[in-house]
Antibody, heavy 122, light 102 residues
């Protein structure tokens, strides 16, 4: 059974940092691209970052470029999202998801974690 | 940057009725489109990818169609568990969502 389990969310002050983790099981992790998608309270979905199966190609939304870093450790079946210089508008539930279509440019997200809440507030 | 626009924002339907949700791309995206369903307090769930391919286990009452700039998600004979928000998605860009309510 495919499982994605996020952790690391919490309350942080503006300007602070946080690292999210997504531990995956039930599939050959190193064969799949992964993505972080966030959802602000009461709002829609926003892709924050995605990375290829090897981690050799990583993309970021303009809203987080230069502040967020997505990494993966294929030996631990885990992806990370390092978030620096956090802003109030980064407050959201952060989901990790698997992307089987990344390599063909036809990405879609077939399995999702349950999400972890990040709250940026003073 | 491609913009994905969904309509209507809210769709009021009755049990057993047909629901038709629309998604429009600001430029042609071939058939590179996915649809997701999200219920309150839950993560999104993949329904359709490649504009018309159903995800494994998805009931046959869900279908996707379209190509280029116009896409449709159709739910025939709405069930109680189908009331949710639906999002279309193209290469990292989501539409604003359509809420299907009673």
């Amino acid at each position: 059974e495919v499982q994605l389990l996020e952790s690391g969310g919490g309350l942080v002050q503006p300007g602070g940092s946080l690292t999210l983790s997504c531990a995956d099981s039930g599939f050959t992790f190193s064969n799949y691209a992964m993505v972080w998608v966030r959802q602000a309270p009461g709002k829609g979905l926003e892709c924050v970052s995605s990375t290829s199966d090897t981690g050799g190609a990583t993309y970021y939304a303009d809203s987080v470029k230069g502040r967020f870093t997505m990494l993966r450790d294929n030996s631990k079946n885990t992806v990370y999202l390092r978030m620096n210089n956090l802003r109030v508008e980064d407050t959201a539930i952060y989901y990790c998801a698997r992307d089987p279509g990344f390599s063909t440019g036809a990405d879609y997200f077939d399995y999702w974690g349950q999400g972890t809440l990040v709250t940026v507030s003073s | 940057e491609i913009v994905m626009t969904q309509s209507p924002a809210t769709l009021s339907v009755s049990l057993g009725e047909r629901a038709t949700l629309s998604c429009r791309a600001s430029q042609s995206i071939s058939s590179i489109l996915a649809w997701y369903q999200q219920k309150p307090g839950q993560a999104p769930r993949l329904l359709i990818y490649g504009a018309s391919t159903r995800a494994p286990g998805l009931p046959a009452r869900f279908s996707g169609s379209g190509s280029g700039t116009e896409f449709t998600l159709t739910i025939t004979s709405l069930q109680s568990e189908d009331f949710a928000v639906y999002y279309c998605h193209h290469r990292g860009t989501f539409g604003g969502g359509t809420k299907v309510e009673i």
